[in-house]
């Protein structure tokens, strides 16, 4: 489960610490396990390859040159293309904006049987690994073919076998487990949690990470909180319809491979023992479900935060003998950090671990363990032979819809970018980044941060002294834009070194992976002893995604992002500001949301608000809660989105639109008006909506939307869209909107 730093996009991605980092987009489907013998050569041919290139440099002709009033530059005419392409102008723009902006994207394009979800930022992903594909060039194409899947299928259940003995066995396939009994000598619970985090990088029961202390954040301290789960969220295990298939679904793929692994270890065929042992798994899985607390229940981090002792650890939450201490230490212990009785710890999930102490005591030792290697084996089962594979197909159909899974090249580039991604992030940014781009990125930043600080001004519900603490945070954001400037560095030792320390075998693409996650954990347990790197990056420069980080007030575009419809030189500025500036405005608000404003300019949770300040933001923010929480997600069965869940993000969104529409109208006001596009008979503060819109375009499968309105801290698309443009006065003025229609409701909401 981890912390969470707000993300402007549609995608989650994990930090390697258990963190998650906040992105300006949410796609939700864990990333499959891929050919890690890919990942290893790839990186060893492909950057080694690349040293020495210089960035690519931009061949179109400058926006600008044009003639008259009506732009026909290549910039212009492929904009407007692409904008007339995506719309439906036979509806009416202030009934509903969002078919207006999207639906000739929609109708033009069905989502892939790969996909859960299809939208820009998919598109934009997928045209992003083709240009890494073809980066890496003849030295993917050898590198997979190492990897031959007749080799995978000849190695067959051999690794997970393995795997399997070193963690003591799953009972379920064991001769040497006594199930009558529900024990075996010896087995000790915190030994197993320990060899689950550290060595597989994969917290069950409890989740034990590093990361920074929320109120220092100069400082790395260790957070104990509730788990993931097996499956996306909590409704899965107790709410009907799709939750209730996808539930069935599961444990069958459980059943069914205990099945698979008792055959393969010649033991004797017995359908109802495994049927019985699993539905035991799974029950004990559902008495953690229900002993989590909903997303809505841990909205507020200053509730959550509880900061002590391990000695005290031991005493507040005594599971039935468990020894905190072992626990701890046995994860400490792979990186060579010792710990001791008055280290601190903060302590997340309270709630959580007092109702833990009565589910333990309820099951045996045998079924315990056979969650934990079940855990360990779900995850693994997209590193083996196809039997696995398609063992688990119903389970994947019933929880995303998909019906195929993606080719083996898109596999292999997506784990190489995921696993090594300055590396990767390298090749990216000598093939396809304009240098320039950071400067022009650089300069609309400075822009929108000028234009949130003046709007402060125009807040009846905020005093003088909130305000200019607000002032000092804002411009105490740091940015970090496009990629790290060393990685492109020649005779690059920071680079190399940070692969050092991984150890592959060619052709056990199983095992590499294995090592992958014994590196990544051990990367971030070993950050304890060390101070925090305030200018290390987050997240690669190959990702269409942006973010901000409460612990460190800094807001991140990886190069990935800098690009059409998002932002481009060649393209007019009203596009950029709704398109980038935008996403600026977005990452710029995280600092203030629900959660950001917790945070002080240094990155410590620490409350600068005056009570009338506070209690006046939670009154604002409270209509928002209320406007998305009445919105009706027909695909998701019905179901109402969240409005606690996401209030982060919709105040993030508001906000992000109205800056950059502001930024935009100074930058005319200096710059003079700018040429029309073609074909287009719209006015640029309507272009400016427009492109805002269009980022969103996009549909999901029912399945995925099931999962997303319970696992996204983000509001589905076209929500994102409708309400932030709802709340916003200046786009019924753009569009001629009358008051009471559907764009320009009476009621508005606004935060900042």
């Known amino acids: 489960m981890g912390k969470s730093e707000s993300q402007m996009d549609i995608v989650e991605k994990s930090t390697k610490s258990g963190k998650k980092s906040g992105s300006f987009v949410t796609i939700g489907l864990s990333v499959l396990l891929l050919l890690m013998t890919c990942a290893v050569v790839a990186l060893v041919i492909l950057y080694a390859n690349s040293r020495g290139k210089k960035p690519a440099a931009l061949s179109l002709l400058p926006y600008g040159t044009n003639s008259g009033s009506i732009c026909t530059t290549p910039g212009c005419v492929t904009a407007a293309a692409r904008i007339l392409q995506n719309m439906d102008p036979t509806t009416e723009p202030c009934t509903d904006f969002y078919q207006y902006a999207c639906g000739g994207w929609l109708n033009r394009h069905v989502i892939p049987e790969t996909s859960s ?65 529900g024990n075996k000598p010896n087995w000790s619970m915190e030994e197993k949690l320990s060899t689950l985090n550290s060595r597989f990088n994969k917290r069950v029961f409890i989740d034990m990470f590093v990361w920074n202390d929320d109120r220092d954040s100069s400082r790395h301290i ?30 069958q793929f459980m059943i069914t491979i205990a099945k698979m692994i008792r055959e393969d270890k010649n033991l004797a065929k017995d359908d109802n023992f495994v ?74 999930g309270a709630p959580y671990l007092q109702e833990l102490k009565a589910i333990i005591s309820n099951y045996s030792a045998s079924t315990i363990q056979n969650y934990l290697v079940w855990r360990l084996v779900i995850d693994r089962v997209s590193s083996l032979s196809r039997r696995f594979k398609d063992a688990r197909a119903n389970y994947r159909k019933a929880l995303y819809g998909t019906t195929l899974e993606e080719a ?57 002294t909130s305000k200019e603490k607000a002032r000092e945070k804002a411009m105490a954001i740091k940015e970090q834009i496009g990629y790290p400037d060393y990685i492109l560095e020649d005779q690059n030792e920071k680079l190399d070194q940070e692969y050092a320390n991984l150890n592959f075998s060619e052709h056990k693409y199983f095992e590499n992976s294995l090592e992958n996650l014994r590196a990544g954990a051990q990367k971030s347990l070993k950050k304890l002893r060390e101070r925090v790197d305030q200018d290390i990056w987050i997240i690669g420069a190959a990702v269409v995604n ?43 608000t995280h600092g203030f949301d629900d959660n950001g404003r917790n945070f002080d300019k240094d990155g410590n949770m620490f409350d600068w608000w005056s009570n009338f300040s506070a209690m006046h933001f939670k009154d604002q923010s409270r209509c928002m809660v ?43 006001e200096h710059e003079g008006k700018e040429p029309k596009l073609p074909g287009l008979d719209l006015t640029h503060k309507q272009l400016f909506f427009l492109n805002f819109a269009q980022v969103w375009c996009g549909s ?49 909401c606004r935060v900042w």
């Open 546 to 588: 942006a973010f901000y980080s409460p612990n460190r007030n800094q807001i991140v575009f990886p190069a990935g992002i800098l690009q059409p419809p998002f932002f481009s030189k060649q393209q007019p500025q009203a596009l950029n500001f709704g398109g980038i500036g935008m996403v600026i405005g977005h990452e710029i």
């Open 700 to 748: 999901y499968r029912p399945e995925y939307a099931s999962q997303s309105i319970k696992t996204d801290v983000h509001s589905p698309l076209k929500y994102r869209v409708m309400g932030s443009l709802q709340n916003f006065e200046a786009f019924s003025e753009a569009f001629h909107c009358k008051k009471g229609t559907a764009m320009h409701p009476v009621e508005k």
């Open 626 to 668: 209320y406007q998305y929480g009445n919105y009706t997600w027909e695909l998701a069965g019905g179901q109402n989105v969240s409005g606690i869940s996401t209030l982060g993000e919709n105040i993030a969104d508001n906000g992000g639109v109205r800056q950059a529409y502001k930024a935009y109208l100074k930058w005319l």
């Open 222 to 251: 260790i957070y104990i909180d509730q788990p993931s789960l097996g499956m996306p969220s909590r409704d899965y295990y107790f709410n009907g319809g799709n939750y209730q298939r996808v539930r069935e679904a599961y444990l």
């Open 408 to 464: 083996r090249w898109r596999e292999c580039v997506s784990y190489v970018n995921n696993n090594m991604e300055n590396a990767v992030g390298a090749l990216y940014v000598r093939e396809t980044f304009a240098g320039e781009s950071k400067r022009m990125v650089r300069d609309l930043i400075d822009k929108i941060r000028e234009v949130f600080i003046e709007t402060l001004d125009e807040l009846q519900w905020m005093d003088e």
């Open 117 to 181: 979800r299809y939208s820009i930022f998919d598109i934009l992903r997928d045209e992003l690994e083709i240009i890494l594909k073809g980066t890496t060039g003849t030295g993917l194409q050898h590198v997979c073919k190492i990897a031959r899947l007749s080799f995978i299928e000849q190695r067959d259940s051999l690794p997970l076998l393995e795997v399997l003995a070193m963690v003591g066995d799953w009972p379920v396939a064991s001769a040497d487990w006594n199930i009558t009994k």
């Open 275 to 348: 049927q019985e042992e699993m539905a035991k798994v799974m029950k004990l899985e559902t008495e953690i479900a229900n002993a989590t607390a909903p997303a809505e229940e841990r909205h507020d981090v200053t509730l959550l935060y509880n900061k002590m002792t391990l000695r005290e650890l031991q005493e507040k939450f005594a599971l039935n003998e468990f020894n905190w201490t072992l626990f701890i230490q046995g994860i400490m212990s792979s990186v060579n950090v010792q710990i001791h009785l008055d280290e601190e710890v903060v302590v997340y």
